[in-house]
Nanobody, 124 residues
Framework: QVQLVESGGGLVQAGGSLRLSCVASGRTFSNEVMAWFRQAPGREREFVAGIRWSDGTTRYADFVKGRFTISRDNIKATLFLQMNSLKPEDTAVYYC?????????????????RGQGTQVTVSS
């Protein structure tokens, strides 16, 4: 069973940057897809960005295009989310998830995302 541990969240002013990490353990990844989701208070968990582990193909939600970058370190089995030009509406708990590849789908129930998440708070 895969274990996912997110970190890197914090409090930042609007326009600032943060880099989130998700360390995966429990199995070796080959063709899986990993993704970042976020959940703000009172809202559904939503897809942010996904990446195919084998070839680095990415997919982004429209609201983060040009601001966020998803990447992975194959050797360290770590997923990253570089977040720039942060906005107050980006405030949420961010979770990572994994699913069998190769499709990068955006529906949250297709992913195993049982980590504790990491809180991102953007002040105006």
């Amino acid at each position: 069973q895969v274990q996912l541990v997110e970190s890197g969240g914090g409090l930042v002013q609007a326009g600032g940057s943060l880099r989130l990490s998700c360390v995966a353990s429990g199995r070796t990844f080959s063709n899986e897809v990993m993704a970042w989701f976020r959940q703000a208070p009172g809202r559904e968990r939503e897809f942010v960005a996904g990446i195919r582990w084998s070839d680095g193909t990415t997919r982004y939600a429209d609201f983060v295009k040009g601001r966020f970058t998803i990447s992975r370190d194959n050797i360290k089995a770590t997923l990253f989310l570089q977040m720039n030009s942060l906005k107050p509406e980006d405030t949420a708990v961010y979770y990572c998830g994994v699913r069998p590849g190769p499709l990068i789908v955006t529906t949250r129930w297709n992913y195993d995302s049982r980590g504790q998440g990491t809180q991102v708070t953007v002040s105006s």
